[in-house]
């Protein structure tokens, strides 16, 4: 497993995992996220792609720069990782936060995204088909909360949907620690979190020509179901994937069924490096 650091056009130093053997496929962690909020898909994808995944700026090993960042530099900087690792083409996974990012690097850098997987994420917050609960964003945000573990662990209340929160407890201790060890600077986390709300797509959306999946959880209580739907109308020829009973981190509650899902339409649509 390789852990470079990368640097991008504005001088940003990233921190990179790649790691198994196939076609590229980058991943693109949300609000806060490193990249262990992948690792309970991680080894599910390995065996069959070659697997990027970044700390985006400000976050975890990666280099913390002035804000305010916008989703469309975010999107250069998933477009600078595929540069310095000489990746011409990528499928792309984007969660949450990151799939607003993935829809900026589908729009800005069409020709390097060879499909697209949009998890857990939607147009921007002037399209919401529904918005989410005030009280589940306040959870989401940590407000109140004293320490990191204590915030990440109230988030965790609307990350995960209820039945899978009574019955893995320890995945989500497991979550607060790993958290806990690299907890997200305050001026970072703001930037991101105002790059999210400033983040608005929908002009865009049906210019984006690769083909496009939609995953999203049936309980998601962060960004709900109604907007994948809607964003998945929205780019054509895009299709979606909903996971019965699954809350916002879908993907830490069915990851086997997520990795045969992002499997199976990934890896039908790689393309040989430079075709």
Do not use: C
């Amino acid at each position: 497993m390789a852990e470079p650091t990368l640097t991008t056009p504005d001088g940003t130093e990233l921190a990179v995992t790649v790691a198994g053997a196939g076609p590229p496929l980058l991943l693109i962690p949300g609000l806060g996220a490193t990249r262990v909020v992948f690792e309970p898909i991680l080894p599910l994808l390995t065996p069959h792609f070659t697997v990027a995944v970044y700390d985006q700026r400000g976050v975890g090993a990666s280099q913390l720069t002035p804000g305010p960042y916008t989703t469309e530099q975010l999107g250069d900087d998933a477009a600078a990782v595929l540069d310095v690792l000489g990746i011409e083409r990528a499928a792309v996974l984007g969660a949450s936060f990151g799939g607003m990012v993935a829809q900026q690097l589908a729009i800005r850098h069409a020709g390097r995204v060879g499909a697209l997987l949009l998890a857990a994420t939607g147009p921007g917050s002037s399209h919401l088909a529904r918005e989410p609960d005030p009280a589940a964003t306040e959870a989401l945000l940590g407000k109140g909360a004293r320490t990191p573990e204590d915030a990440y662990r109230l988030a965790s209340t609307v990350l995960y949907s209820r039945r899978f929160q009574e019955e893995h407890p320890e995945v989500i201790e497991q979550q607060v620690r790993d958290r806990a060890r690299r907890p997200i600077a305050a001026r970072a986390f703001q930037a991101q979190l105002a790059a999210s709300r400033g983040h608005d797509t929908w002009d865009q959306l049906p210019s984006i020509a690769a083909p496009t999946l939609v995953l999203h959880g049936s309980d998601d209580g962060v960004m709900p179901v109604e907007n994948a739907r809607l964003l998945a109308e929205r780019i054509p020829g895009a299709t979606l994937t909903v996971f019965d009973g699954a809350g916002h981190l879908f993907f830490h509650e069915q990851p086997e069924r997520t990795a045969d899902v992002v499997t199976a339409f990934a890896a039908a649509r790689a393309k040989p490096q430079g075709d």
